[in-house]
């Protein structure tokens, strides 16, 4: 593995995490978002991570700075990617968003570069042949808060070269994950072919007003000894995400009940600025949710 140069390609909840902890173990990372409003909103993102790192990890002030000083930030594809040796790409979990993406990745990026996908739901193959390099293409995937979730799971398509996704492998390991191979594709890959499903059904109880979120999160953490239930991680993850899995199975599938899902998380949360513990409101309220309250699971 020689990759010193590293570009991650949108810099939302995730992508920032992603940044962040590459530059943090060392690599030179470029930021690329669509437009420089959302670069100053990826910059803020950074400067928030900050203290997690130092309560979570101990990370020393001049660790964090040196993290910040390896970081670069563009809103122009070209100048971000031109000398990268790997692109991670976490743009929205939409098929054309990302195919379009690709498309102008392909064009943009040196020949010696190998795009990664972090798409939490979607398929390498998919998108390899709007590439234009589908032997040096990939799924990297992260869980939400990497720098203490560390998993990275490394999923190839048929197409990938044997080389490239173990020199993947070794890379997710310089940047302190623990590198986990899937070598056949996997919608969802390990983790949210587990999760996902959790975190519907979770959704489906809200959504047939079987119970409210407290309730659910509540029944979930007495029974198993869980610290958080299904509401408590859809804050993490972020509700925009979940709203874009519920609408694209509804509209591949037909389903009213995704439609219905899909529609409460946007007039309920979306459309009232409550994204999740970023925008400190979800389905619960930030910092001290109640989940966290001791009396919480007391009834």
Same mark, same amino acid.
């Given at each position: 593995?020689?990759?010193?140069?590293?570009?991650?390609?949108?810099?939302?909840?995730?992508?920032?995490?992603?940044?962040?902890?590459? $530059?943090?173990?060392?690599?030179?990372?470029?930021?690329?978002?669509?437009?420089?409003?959302?670069?100053?909103?990826?910059?803020?993102?950074?400067?928030?991570?900050?203290?997690?790192?130092?309560?979570?990890?101990?990370?020393?002030?001049?660790?964090?700075?040196?993290?910040?000083?390896?970081?670069?930030?563009?809103?122009?594809?070209?100048?971000?990617?031109?000398?990268?040796?790997?692109? *991670?790409?976490?743009?929205?979990?939409?098929?054309?968003?990302?195919?379009?993406?690709?498309?102008?990745?392909?064009? $943009?990026?040196?020949?010696?570069?190998?795009?990664?996908?972090?798409?939490?739901?979607?398929?390498?193959?998919?998108?390899?042949? $709007?590439?234009?390099?589908?032997?040096?293409?990939?799924?990297?995937? #992260?869980?939400?808060? *990497?720098?203490?979730?560390?998993?990275?799971?490394?999923?190839?398509?048929?197409?990938?070269?044997?080389?490239?996704?173990?020199?993947?492998?070794?890379? $997710? %390991?310089?940047?302190?994950?623990?590198?986990?191979? /899937?070598?056949?594709?996997?919608?969802?890959?390990?983790?949210?072919? /587990?999760?996902?499903? #959790?975190?519907?059904?979770?959704?489906? /109880? /809200?959504?047939?007003?079987?119970?409210?979120?407290?309730?659910?999160? %509540?029944?979930?953490?007495?029974?198993?000894?869980?610290?958080?239930?299904?509401?408590?991680?859809?804050? +993490?993850?972020?509700?925009?995400?979940?709203?874009?899995?519920?609408?694209?199975?509804?509209?591949?599938?037909?389903?009213?009940? #995704?439609?219905?899902?899909?529609?409460?998380?946007?007039?309920?949360? +979306?459309?009232?600025?409550?994204?999740?513990?970023?925008?400190?409101?979800?389905?619960?309220?930030?910092?001290?949710?109640?989940?966290?309250?001791?009396? #919480?699971? %007391?009834?």
């Amino acid at each position: 593995m020689d990759y010193k140069n590293i570009t991650v390609a949108g810099s939302g909840v995730l992508g920032s995490q992603i940044a962040f902890q590459t $530059a943090f173990k060392g690599f030179n990372v470029s930021v690329y978002d669509i437009s420089d409003e959302a670069v100053e909103k990826a910059k803020d993102r950074v400067e928030d991570l900050k203290p997690r790192y130092q309560e979570d990890l101990g990370a020393s002030q001049e660790e964090l700075d040196a993290a910040v000083e390896r970081m670069s930030f563009f809103s122009d594809l070209g100048k971000a990617v031109e000398d990268a040796d790997l692109v *991670i790409e976490a743009v929205p979990e939409v098929v054309k968003i990302k195919t379009d993406f690709y498309e102008k990745l392909g064009q $943009a990026a040196p020949e010696k570069t190998v795009f990664a996908t972090n798409s939490s739901t979607l398929l390498p193959s998919q998108f390899a042949e $709007a590439t234009g390099r589908p032997e040096k293409f990939l799924a990297l995937h #992260f869980a939400n808060e *990497i720098w203490k979730n560390n998993t990275a799971e490394v999923m190839k398509h048929p197409g990938t070269d044997k080389d490239v996704f173990n020199d993947l492998l070794e890379f $997710a %390991k310089a940047i302190g994950m623990v590198a986990l191979p /899937l070598h056949k594709e996997q919608p969802g890959y390990i983790l949210n072919s /587990l999760l996902v499903p #959790f975190l519907e059904a979770g959704q489906m /109880l /809200l959504v047939k007003e079987v119970a409210d979120p407290q309730t659910i999160d %509540k029944t979930w953490m007495i029974a198993t000894g869980s610290p958080k239930g299904p509401f408590a991680i859809l804050d +993490i993850v972020g509700i925009t995400t979940a709203y874009n899995i519920s609408n694209a199975k509804a509209e591949a599938t037909g389903s009213e009940e #995704f439609a219905k899902l899909a529609a409460v998380l946007k007039t309920e949360y +979306i459309d009232k600025g409550k994204l999740g513990r970023e925008t400190g409101e979800g389905f619960y309220t930030y910092p001290n949710p109640a989940y966290e309250d001791p009396d #919480f699971l %007391k009834g």
